[in-house]
């Protein structure tokens, strides 16, 4: 499964404001995982349709 167009957008407006610290795409499930250094969410999954949530959102 290939990154979709929102979690495109998504990866590069947070790049652009420089709040990714990492960041890995697993290719099976089509989510994309983040570290920011956001004390509110510091470590974050992006969706196939662009939500960002808490890793422990996902089962």
Known sequence: MKPTESQYL???????????????Y???SGDW??????QVLPVAVILP???????NWRL
Not at 14 to 22: A, D, R
Not at 33 to 38: D, E
Request: proline share 6%.
């Open 33 to 38: 995982y983040i570290a920011t250094p956001s």
């Open 49 to 55: 349709n662009g939500e960002i949530v808490p890793t």
């Open 10 to 24: 998504v990866i590069n407006a947070l790049q652009t404001l420089q709040l990714i610290e990492y960041e890995f």
């Open 26 to 28: 697993d290719g099976e």
